[in-house]
């Protein structure tokens, strides 16, 4: 599969295992160290973590080694079983999410025929996850964030699927890949130097799509369920030490994941305009692409979070009404609207 | 020929169907409700990994996204508002419970029936020529012939959502 190395079954799976984990565990830890650790530094006029390694480069090891030694603490009146799964079900939700992403020709985990669609279902099952970590907790706050964590999500799911459609109309597949090449091979007008990357003409699902990533994530200032000035932290209140960490990892992977599967649907993902090289399928894309592939997704993606990132650290937390009206009543709405003139347009041009 | 390419599928679906017969008793033995729910969790998913089996790509994530992600949720988002004690309850089964065995018994006498009856001798084809069914496919074998009924059930689901508001308002 990969550089045109024939492999046989074993090792092909060994090498997507391993891959998936560089795919989720490498963005989320420079998620976490260029923005969460320095950006916001900046932001607030100060430095961040200076100590470890060069500008505080190994903080992220000295952090994950302090979290992996504490005790491991569970209320005595909490639902063990149940405690200890939910961690698990929203890192392993982040693991299959990543799963679908394709990085280059050849460089994909699997292909999907229904690519966008699996991605959408897989993403929702993360919300079982947070809600029986609320409930599992005995723990009156920790309910209050597991089912305002439930609320948020399933009003968000909505016109994060919706803002999907208009992609998948424009590009007449539901298939990753499919819709990777058809906005690289893809013409404005005739004139095919940039391609055409769906944010041109899908800009509004665009910011449908990425207002409701930032709510799916529950990053300010669609943070309500671990509110911390009400809530204490929510539903990870009574998470300590390494189940803390998983928490954490799948937060900011999943916001890695989530940039790369927006900037597969409305920037072009691994491609570039096919007509600079000549290409005009996927059969005909150089073999380079799948080393250049991964890089280019990576600086897309780390474009895009560091747009969900700036988004968080200005704006103040939404009221819970203000929250669920905007979903309801502006994002769907929109997100319908658009849904019709892509619809439209797709049989007009 | 049959046994060669299907063996991987056929483990793996004794493994999953085992995996939902224990978790689908334990939806109706389990004593606390939050408990039931993910066994339902367990046993629903287990149905989305047997479409997979049979090349249902399309279906199966549609039960993943239905049941385990909207459905599932929305259940447990139930309990926990209203009622979800930790530990176990006692006065959660019904005192006619024994009367749901004779009916699950004829429900799994009159699908094993239709099944076996309805495809005698077909068997699906090994992973050599595995069947694709693409997504358009599915839309064409649905909107065409069944575009009216689709609608008149969209109709009876509007209807229901406009009765649950008329219900909830007190004003």
Partial sequence: ?349 | MLAEALVAQNIAFGIIAAVMIVGAFRVVTSDNVVHAALWLVCVLAGAAAQYLLVYAEFVAITQILVYVGAVMVLFLFGVMLTRARIGSESNLNNKNWALGIPVALALFAAMAIALVGGFKDEYLPGPSKAIRIDTQSISDAIFKPYLLPFWALSFVLLVAVIGAIVLARKD
Wanted: charge should be neutral; aromatic fraction near 14%; charged fraction near 10%.
């Fill in chain 1, 1 to 349: 599969m990969l550089l045109a190395l024939d492999l046989p079954y074993w090792a092909q799976s060994l090498l997507r295992v391993l891959g998936g984990l560089v795919a989720v565990l490498l963005p989320a830890g420079t998620i976490v160290y260029v923005f969460l650790f320095k950006m916001m530094s900046f932001m607030q006029s100060r430095l961040g973590p200076m100590e470890a390694g060069p500008y505080g480069s190994m903080q992220l090891f000295a952090e994950v080694g302090k979290w992996l030694q504490k005790e491991d603490i569970m209320p005595e009146k909490a639902d063990h079983s149940i405690f200890r799964i939910a961690p698990l079900i929203v890192l392993a939700s982040t693991f299959l999410l990543v799963v679908v992403v394709p990085f280059g020709p050849d460089a994909w985990f699997t292909n999907f025929e229904t690519g966008v669609f699996y991605a959408l279902a897989v993403s929702s099952v993360s919300v079982l996850g947070i809600l029986i970590a609320g409930w599992s907790s005995a723990n009156k706050y920790s309910l209050l964030g597991g089912l305002r964590a439930a609320g948020q999500l399933i009003a968000y799911e909505l016109p994060m699927v919706l803002a999907v459609v208009g992609v998948v109309i424009q590009a007449g597949t539901m298939n990753m890949q499919q819709i990777v090449v058809a906005q690289n091979a893809g013409e404005i007008f005739g004139w095919n130097g940039l391609g055409n990357p769906y944010i041109l003409t899908q800009f509004i699902g665009f910011g449908v799509f990425m207002i409701a990533v930032q709510a799916e994530l529950t990053q300010a200032p669609f943070d309500m369920p671990i509110a911390e000035s009400e809530l204490v932290s929510g539903y990870m209140t009574e998470y300590s030490g390494f189940r803390f960490l998983i928490f954490f990892i799948a937060e900011f992977a999943t916001a890695g994941v989530f940039a790369l599967i927006a900037s597969v649907l409305f920037l072009g993902g691994w491609g570039v305009p096919f007509s600079w090289f000549g290409w005009h399928s996927i059969g005909e894309v150089s073999n380079w692409m799948n080393v250049v592939g991964p890089l280019i997704m990576f600086s897309k993606m780390m474009g895009l979070v560091f747009l969900i990132m700036w988004i968080r650290f200005s704006y103040p937390r939404f009221r819970e009404d203000q929250l669920q009206r905007f979903a309801w009543k502006v994002l769907i709405p929109v997100s319908l609207v658009n849904i019709m003139l892509t619809a439209v347009l797709k049989v007009v041009f």
